[in-house]
T-cell receptor
């Protein structure tokens, strides 16, 4: 079984709809991240969480919100989806400092979102 | 602030030829550097990373990269390309100081391998 899972894998929605993307991990990592990938732009950080009570904005957080329901679960919400949020979304996890591999992030398979 | 520049959004090589994917970074503190690979319809997989120590690092699938501080570069190479190497490759940098470890990615280089 995959260590980092994302649901759904594909989603089509309409402008103005609320949508939630979910991420779960079995790696036991404290740190979780949400990125979006757009062709030619690489990956950009949306939000990140260092533990359940520590959530931080990334470089492109406008229009998004997150919820860290448990150590293993980190959800990304689009409160009112717009077409330019059409992208591939990735969740990632990493160990906290002091564990010897804290700098390495492990990625889920991605969620492909289309906003019409 | 950190940044990564990947030279060439698309690189095409013949099977058996040398693969060279270029990455230059900017960082105000000693960096940690990474190469990730993304195969079609898959997530990102770590190829290799440099944190400290030996500047030539070896990764999976025969890839290696050399950290050159004077050139602020971390180019990825493989002596002989295989068809299965066709993918998109991302260079990334994170801050080795503090406890942040946020990754900043380059825009990616799509590698095509021709038979």
């Amino acid at each position: 079984d995959a260590d980092v899972t994302q649901t759904p894998r594909n989603r089509i929605t309409k402008t103005g709809k609320r949508i939630m993307l979910e991420c779960s991990q079995t790696k036991g990592h404290d740190r979780m991240y949400w990125y979006r990938q757009d062709p030619g732009l690489g990956l950009r950080l949306i939000y990140y969480s260092f533990d359940v009570k520590d959530i931080n904005k990334g470089e492109i957080s406008d229009g998004y919100s997150v919820s860290r329901q448990a150590q293993a679960k980190f959800s990304l919400s689009l409160e009112s989806a717009i077409p330019n949020q059409t992208a591939l979304y990735f969740c990632a996890t990493s160990d906290p400092p002091g564990t010897g591999a804290q700098e390495t992030q492990y990625f889920g398979p991605g969620t492909r979102l289309l906003v019409l | 602030a950190q940044s990564v520049t990947q030279l060439g959004s698309h690189v095409s090589v013949s099977e058996g030829a040398l693969v060279l994917l270029r990455c230059n970074y900017s960082s105000s503190v000693p960096p940690y550097l990474f190469w990730y690979v993304q195969y079609p319809n898959q997530g990102l997989q770590l190829l290799l990373k440099y944190t400290t120590g030996a500047t030539l690092v070896k990764g999976i699938n025969g890839f290696e990269a050399e950290f050159k501080k004077s050139e602020t570069s971390f180019h990825l190479t493989k002596p002989s390309a295989h068809m299965s190497d066709a993918a998109e490759y991302f260079c990334a940098v994170s801050d080795s100081g503090g406890s942040n470890y946020k990754l900043t990615f380059g825009k990616g280089t799509l590698l095509t391998v021709n038979p």
